[in-house]
Each structure stands twice: as structure tokens, then as C-alpha cells.
């Protein structure tokens, strides 16, 4: 079968089959091969992927072991902490502070974030930097974060959270390359991203966000624990409603 993967990914950054192949240095009849669903030699697809800027897992998820995939996954981890709480401040600032492409932060209300002023001037610099920025926040009407609240005993102030979260927000809403989204979704995890590195703050039943673990992540050629996690988090960012 096709590669529509692959294909697409060429098209999306303008790469013909003549361009890819003089890159790597091949016969353009082979790229043409792979485009139709020939399988390339482990090094032409890691040459491929790194060329075109996506996981090599993604454009051949059938070409790499249970094992490869297994242990590049585990490469990918950097640190558990056993609650977001212990996760050092200092920490959250240079995660951000080391964007160079895109930031990303998918809460309920992650109000951690917005009131560290310190955070909110280096997303500011950032979007002039020309780093795209993408923040979804819990829609406070919801029945996803009225039930979110009723699980964690504070009932209607998770609404009240998101609220308040929206207007600590305010100095950056009309700041150009900062986007804002609502969203009603079961958030399984909050997802903080900085291009190929995550946060993952896990959500634990009856237990505040703040008390449970979080992932430090950072992508890894192979490893596929990162990107499962950027496609939930563009996965909401599309269902989101932009904020008014």
C-alpha cells in the first residue's frame, strides 16, 4: 500500500522525489518506491525522517521491533517526579525558556502557570520570537470540569479555577502568536510542551493534579512516548473552541 504518510509529509514542506533523493544521495526511482510502499533500508529511513523533521516510527510505525521501539521509548524519559509539587520552579521556567518552535499547555486550569509572572514574560518574549504558543484551558461550563471537581471534592470551584485562570491570562490574549482555546474533554493528563520535550502531569481519581506524578520527556529517534503525547495534545486542540 502507499506510504500517505510519508507522501504527505513531502507535500506539507514542498519536497518533490527529486529533491529527497539528490539529498540523500539516491535514485529518485527509489524514493518514488518508497512513496508507493517499498520499505527503505534502516538508513535511508532514518535519513528520510531527520530530512523531513518527523519520527522515523511514524513514517514506518511497521518497520522497527517491539523491542526498538520499547527501549527508545525508554531513552525518552528523563525524570519522574512523585508529584508536581516537587517538580523544582526553576525547572518549569527554563523548560519554556528553551522553546526554539512551539509551546504547548493543555489544563483544566493549570493555575500554577498563570500566576507565576516570571512564566508569563518569557511566553511573551517567546511569541515575538516567533515560537508559536497553544493554551487550552478547561471550559468552566463544562461537564468535564463540573465533574472534574466533584472527583476531587472542591465541586464548583474547578469551574471558578478555570475562570480565574482565563483572566491571569489576560495580559497575553491579544499578544500575537499566543492562542487560546477552551475545551471539554476527560483529561487523562496535562500536557506542558516545549518542541520534542513534554511535561506530563498525570490525573489521578480524588486527587489533586498538584499531588500527583509528573513525566519529564524529551523525544528520541524510535520512541514513541513524546509523540503519543503531542497528538492528544493537537488532538484537543482541535475539538477547543477558540477564546473569546
Request: charged fraction near 25%; charge should be negative.
Amino acid at each position: 500500500m502507499p506510504n500517505e504518510r510519508l507522501r504527505t509529509a513531502m507535500l506539507e514542506r514542498g519536497i518533490t522525489p527529486t529533491g529527497l533523493a539528490d539529498v540523500l544521495e539516491v535514485d529518485p526511482k527509489s524514493v518514488e518506491r518508497w512513496i508507493s510502499g517499498r520499505l527503505p533500508y534502516r538508513r535511508h529511513r532514518y535519513a528520510v525522517a531527520a530530512h523531513l523533521g518527523v519520527d522515523e516510527s511514524y513514517l514506518w510505525p511497521d518497520a522497527l521491533t517491539r523491542d526498538h521501539v520499547a527501549n527508545a521509548s525508554e531513552s525518552e524519559i528523563i525524570n519522574i517526579y512523585p508529584a508536581r509539587w516537587t517538580v523544582p520552579s526553576d525547572l518549569w521556567r527554563t523548560f519554556f525558556d528553551n522553546a526554539e518552535r512551539e509551546i504547548g499547555i493543555l489544563a483544566y486550569s493549570g493555575l500554577f502557570i498563570p500566576e507565576d509572572t516570571g512564566i508569563l514574560r518569557i511566553l511573551r518574549r517567546k511569541a515575538s520570537d516567533g515560537v508559536r504558543i497553544r493554551i487550552l484551558i478547561g471550559d468552566p461550563d463544562s461537564e468535564e470540569v463540573r465533574q472534574r471537581g466533584i472527583d476531587e471534592g472542591i465541586d464548583m470551584d474547578m469551574g471558578a479555577r478555570c475562570r480565574n485562570a482565563i483572566v491571569l491570562y489576560q495580559p497575553l490574549r491579544d499578544v500575537d502568536g499566543i492562542e487560546f482555546r477552551l475545551h471539554s474533554t476527560i483529561l487523562y493528563n496535562s500536557i506542558y510542551r516545549a518542541d520534542d520535550q513534554v511535561l506530563v502531569n498525570t490525573h489521578i481519581y480524588a486527587t489533586p493534579a498538584s499531588n500527583a506524578p509528573v513525566l519529564h520527556l524529551r523525544h528520541v529517534a524510535g520512541g514513541d512516548m513524546v509523540g503519543t503525547y503531542v497528538e492528544s495534545f493537537d488532538r484537543v486542540w482541535a475539538a477547543g473552541t477558540p477564546l473569546d
